[in-house]
């Protein structure tokens, strides 16, 4: 991964996210969408010298899509999940290197296509 973004979270910087997302911050986490990226990025991203970042949704969809041509949606999402770790908003025993093999894995493995009748459009009778 590139550059890492300098990301912060204070306790009014989750319960912002929770307001905005009508969930628990754990929650929040177990269904990990891009909305929630979007949230998370737009409330914890800060400058080199630690001040919030104006970012509206707009500017932080930019900026998503270009991390995520960078280096992908899984790295942003982790990244986040290991500010909040840093934070101390999760537990530190969440091991995020394992998180990016798992999903790696599961993604490799949902990407797989079935090879039977209905996908190569060849009948088997």
Do not use: C, H, W
């Not at 990990?32 to 010298?49: E, H, S, Y």
């Not at 025993?93 to 797989?112: F, G, H, P, V």
């Amino acid at each position: 991964m590139s550059t890492k973004l300098n990301l912060k979270f204070t306790a009014r910087d989750v319960a912002a996210v929770e307001e905005a997302l009508n969930d628990s911050l754990e929650k929040i986490i177990a269904s990990f969408r891009l909305t929630t990226l979007i949230q998370f990025l737009m409330v914890g991203l800060r400058d080199k010298a630690g001040n919030r970042l104006d970012l509206n949704e707009d500017k932080t969809f930019d900026l998503v899509d270009e991390k995520i041509k960078e280096y992908g949606k899984i790295e942003l999402q982790i990244e986040v999940i290991d500010a909040l770790i840093e934070a101390g908003f999760l537990p530190k025993a969440i091991d995020t290197s394992q998180m990016r093999t798992t999903l790696s894995e599961a993604i490799a493995e949902a990407s797989k296509l079935p090879e039977d009748s209905e996908t190569t459009g060849e009948d088997t009778k």
